[in-house]
């Protein structure tokens, strides 16, 4: 038997308590449920872990695992630098121009699927336009959405239908549907000097405004879902994490209710975070995630008594 010692009895002591069980529960099961844990703590004691900063305790980031980003030939690829990926889990650039790195802001995600189901990144500035162009033919991903319409003017996609070179990668625009708050586009991508071009399908919403954390509705972030359902693909955002994070949490819960009937917000929010601890950072997005599971639900519904 361990007795744990301190002031009151409930605060480090119950941090202490759910370290070394959640632990245990973790080997045995290879999962955890930090919620339901606290919540039996709190039935025998009331108040055990009772401030948020006790219940938001997280690993210290080791610098450098950040180290490559912050480095002089890359810091100036960041678009923030609060917002920096980890060694392990960044993907790597292999089409780069030479004199170029193969570094790029973005993190590579796990879905109930796949270990990389998907792969968040920032909105390219003016000089690493090329390189979000030669990450998504480098993973070979058939989708990109855009969650957010391009507030800088910066040239993205070619103009008219003549391909356009961008580094090591023409791009031509093969259609696009423009239709309200949203556009559909169809790419072909080409590394220069190949022969076989890549398909590829664009999703760009206009309705979900840069300057906003949460679009107007979760109707807007299920309409998305439905679009991509199907798919593994980019995200990408200003800063690769406030909207990928949303949606990304929202994508791994419907995923995870669609496999096993059951909402676990916590977890796909944590599987997650562990890429890219900058996701999902306030109240509001997790309950614009709830709003939307519900609205999902209430659909399906609908949809299964007609």
């Known amino acids: 038997m361990v007795f744990c010692v301190c002031s009151a009895g409930i605060g480090r002591t119950g ?31 009331m108040n055990m872990i009772q401030t948020l900063t006790l219940l938001s305790i997280r690993p210290v980031t080791d ?15 960041n678009r923030t630098l609060d ?4 060694i392990k889990h960044r993907p790597y650039l292999f089409s780069h ?4 790195t193969s570094y790029i802001n973005a993190v590579m995600l796990p879905t109930l699927r796949a270990q990389v189901g998907m792969i968040a990144t920032q909105y390219p500035t003016q000089d690493t336009v090329q390189d979000f162009w030669c990450l998504i033919h480098d993973q070979e991903s058939p989708n990109v959405v855009i969650l957010e319409p391009n507030k800088e003017e910066i040239q993205l ?89 949303l949606f990304c949490s929202l994508f791994n819960t419907l995923e995870y209710l669609v496999e ?8 796909s929010v944590r599987q997650l975070q562990i890429r890219r601890p900058e996701f999902m950072t306030n109240i509001d997005q997790y309950e614009m995630v709830y ?3 519900h609205e999902y639900l209430e659909q399906s519904s609908i949809y299964a008594n007609t």
């Open 15 to 45: 941090t202490y308590i759910a370290f070394e069980e959640l632990l245990k529960q973790a080997r045995k099961h290879k999962n955890v449920d930090v919620f339901e844990f606290v919540k039996s703590m709190r039935e025998n004691r």
């Open 157 to 245: 996609f070619p103009n008219g239908e003549e391909s356009e070179l961008f580094g090591n990668i023409y791009v031509q625009q093969t259609s696009i549907d423009e239709t309200k708050g949203a556009n559909e586009r169809k790419l072909s991508l080409l590394k220069k000097d190949t022969e076989e071009a890549r398909q590829i399908d664009v999703f760009e919403c206009l309705s979900w405004s840069w300057q906003e954390k949460l679009p107007t509705s979760s109707s807007v972030l299920l309409k998305l879902i439905n679009r991509v359902f199907e798919w593994r693909d980019f995200k990408k955002t200003t800063d690769g994490a406030t909207k990928c994070g």
């Open 83 to 86: 917002v920096i990926p980890l």
């Open 97 to 100: 121009v030479a004199k170029r």
């Open 63 to 77: 610098k450098a695992s950040k180290d490559d980003a912050l480095s002089k030939d890359n810091k100036s690829k």
């Open 260 to 267: 096993h009937g059951d909402v676990d917000v916590p977890r």
């Open 291 to 293: 709003e939307a599971v």
